[in-house]
């Protein structure tokens, strides 16, 4: 991985650590207030709760703000709390409530809240659930919401909640397919492959599931696998089918480790003597020296054990200055168990954390994250993330 250009000293960003670590010890902007506020401040509040903006993610405390906000109306309260009793995020799982709240919500015409309904009704639902659930994906669809038009194709594509229609289910994956989203390649790709309401083109199919799997999708990446082992649309290559295999079951994508960079800094130096110095500086506790000794750790072919080790001693040192993207990558760390046992809590907590701090890497980091935990996993760790906060100390 090449580090991004970019310039900025030394001293300014000691500085700038220091002052993201003072600013996780600070209360959240509005929170004495938010009870007796106006309805605009509590539902500002509410979101940045949800999105851990400028405080530490915490659904719990989301969804005690969109509450009393739902109850008197707020359709986009409405919304949250439906699909936090969804998913069971901050409040207990409730798909009864689920549908109540989502029920409501939609009755706005947010093309966003009739998709978001249409999904719990289409989860485990009944023959008239998937028919409700077919009629809002087309509401959506048809206000210009792609994931809505990718899932009424799926519907009619497998012949749930409407008459199975292979011709529409085409036509619906076409628009979002060429526009980019994986999802509706590998959907439109499996067509090709299996000749249905299109002719069997499986040359098509590859271009499709190649589009897909450059995305990282894991679906896609396993189909197109299947295409070259058995030559099918393209040449066949059995090594680069057990790739692609290999990347499908573990989540790889291809694109490296998943370690971030600072692109405020200029790249670490690559001689002896500037090493010397960035070396000197972590052992006097600059936290991103340390950042970018552990950096370049990590940027090893093979990364040996006793680099990992060391690259978590100085993502530690650095991130317990206040330093985000030395709390991201040691949050990388734990997720992939990589020097420091596996352990998705203490590495969402780390993320949470330096979401706090608006680094925008870690937040999407985050997300990607809690998609593979349990909302048990995700409550715990924001609420260690909380009392570290709190505790203004990372």
């Known amino acids: 991985m090449t580090a991004p250009s970019g310039t900025m000293s030394r001293a300014a960003c000691f500085a700038c650590g220091l002052v993201l670590s003072l600013a996780l010890a600070a209360p959240p902007l509005g929170a004495q207030t938010a009870e007796a506020g106006d309805p605009a401040v509590r539902l500002e509040l509410a979101r ?62 947010v093309p966003q809240y009739l998709f978001d309904h249409a999904v719990v009704l289409e989860q485990d639902g009944t023959p008239e659930e998937l028919a409700q659930a077919a009629a809002l994906y087309a509401r959506a669809a048809e206000a210009g919401l792609e994931e809505a038009a990718i899932s009424l ?10 008459a199975q229609d292979y011709a529409r ?12 989203s994986a999802r509706a390649q590998n959907n439109l790709g499996l067509l090709y492959v299996r000749g249905s309401g299109v002719p069997q083109d499986y040359a098509r199919a590859a271009e499709l599931f190649n ?34 295999y290999r990347m499908a079951g573990n989540g790889e994508t291809g694109a490296g480790p998943g370690f971030v960079y600072d692109a405020r800094l200029a790249p670490p130096p690559a ?23 552990g ?10 054990p006793q680099a990992l080790a ?20 040691l949050a990388q760390l734990y997720v992939l168990g990589r020097g420091v046992p596996q352990d998705y ?32 996993q995700i409550a715990e760790a924001q609420q260690l993330a909380e009392a570290r906060w709190q505790a203004g100390r990372p």
């Open 48 to 109: 940045r709760y949800h999105e851990g903006r400028g405080v530490v993610q915490n659904f719990t405390r989301a969804a005690e703000i969109f509450a009393p906000l739902a109850e008197a109306g707020n359709a986009e309260a409405q919304n949250a709390l439906g699909r936090y009793h969804h998913e069971g995020l901050g409040v207990p799982k409730d798909r009864a409530a689920a549908l109540d709240w989502l029920g409501l919500a939609a009755r706005s015409g």
């Open 153 to 162: 194709g799926l519907l009619y594509q497998e012949g749930r909640g409407v």
């Open 169 to 180: 289910a085409r036509a619906l994956y076409e628009g979002p397919a060429a526009a980019g």
């Open 211 to 244: 589009a897909a799997a450059a995305q990282g999708m894991r679906r896609a990446m396993y189909n197109l696998g299947v295409l070259y082992e058995n030559g099918f649309g393209v040449a066949t290559d059995e090594a680069k089918a057990h790739e692609l």
């Open 271 to 293: 001689d002896e003597a500037g090493l010397a110095r960035l070396q000197q500086a972590a052992r006097a506790g600059d936290p991103v020296a340390a950042f970018q000794l």
């Open 295 to 304: 950096w370049l750790l990590v940027q090893g072919d093979p990364v040996t």
């Open 310 to 329: 060391s690259a978590r001693q100085l993502f530690s040192l650095s991130a317990a200055r206040g330093y985000p993207p030395a709390m991201a990558n």
């Open 345 to 376: 809590v203490e590495a969402l907590v780390w993320l949470l954390l330096a979401g706090t701090a608006a680094f925008p890497e870690a937040t999407a980091m985050s997300a990607a994250l809690q998609a593979q935990m349990t909302p048990g």
